[in-house]
């Protein structure tokens, strides 16, 4: 199973991005997915997580200006970010999770830089 994150890039502050997971090789369906980030120096932190019946939750820093989305026959993940701040510099993750297994897969991540 494999997860591959893209459009990450360089913005600059108040800027927008939109990032997007693809898996391949799986047969099931992750029961949930989402984003992390990884800041240099700082230890790896929640963006958003979103489960296939539709419950999103999002960290406090993000709230009102990121979006999570899925494709759940896809086990497909979207990020849109809005109003991008410097400080969301970092490099993103996407994961999946079953619920009940002893395992998460993630990504390779995607770099995400904002400033001016």
């Known amino acids: 199973v494999q997860l591959v994150e893209s459009g990450g890039g360089l913005v600059q502050p108040g800027g927008s991005l939109r990032l997007s997971c693809t898996t391949s090789?799986?047969?099931?369906?992750?029961?949930?997915m989402g984003w992390y980030r990884q800041a240099p120096g700082k230890e790896r932190e929640l963006v958003a997580t979103?489960?296939?019946?539709?419950?999103?939750n999002y960290a406090d820093s993000v709230k009102g200006r990121f979006t999570i989305s899925r494709e759940n026959a896809r086990n497909t993940v979207y990020l849109q970010m809005n109003n991008l701040k410097t400080e969301d510099t970092a490099v993103y993750y996407c994961?999946?999770?079953?619920?009940?297994?002893?395992?998460?897969?993630w990504g390779q991540g995607t770099q995400v830089t904002v400033s001016s």
């Open positions: 979103m489960i296939s019946i539709g419950n999103k």
């Open positions: 994961n999946g999770v079953v619920f009940g297994w002893n395992k998460t897969y």
């Open positions: 090789g799986s047969r099931f369906n992750f029961n949930s």
